[in-house]
């Protein structure tokens, strides 16, 4: 889901639409259609950022859907594959990597992974047992903070990133 010009764009996973709603009172005023499968959207103030559960981003315009360029996306040198959900934020783009508990943060000049966040301490061993995958990741403009959750998850977290000295 993303925020743009007073509209929200929201991705289908399997079905090749992306629904517009408008902001003020969800109502739905529009559709896009892609090829692929849908994961996580973001936008970066210019442009749509789209993950498809690969190692590459596609960054779209947010008035047509017209892909405009494609990334991909390294981890030291190697693809970074399953791009799942997508935050933009200060210049950055982070995505969490399906079926783990990490958030990478990416170049969207170089696709380079820039840091990784493990969130695998966020739950107890015994919520853990109940809940499904990371699988969301929120910016909070006011705090400067990030929201994160997954499925099933029986809370949601405000969490700030801070480097880990080398």
Known sequence: LALVDGRLIQLTWQTEKAFVYNRADFKEVGEFRYDGEGWGLCHDGTRLVMSDGSDRLTFRDPKTFAVQSILNVTLSGQPARELNELECVDGLIYANVWQTDNILRIDPKTGKVTGMIDASGLLTPEERQKTDVLNGIAWNPQ????????????????????????
């Not at 903070?145 to 700030?160: D, S």
């Open 143 to 166: 705090t400067k903070t990030f929201l994160i959750t997954g499925k099933l998850w029986p809370k949601m977290f405000e969490v700030q990133f801070v480097p880990v000295p080398r």
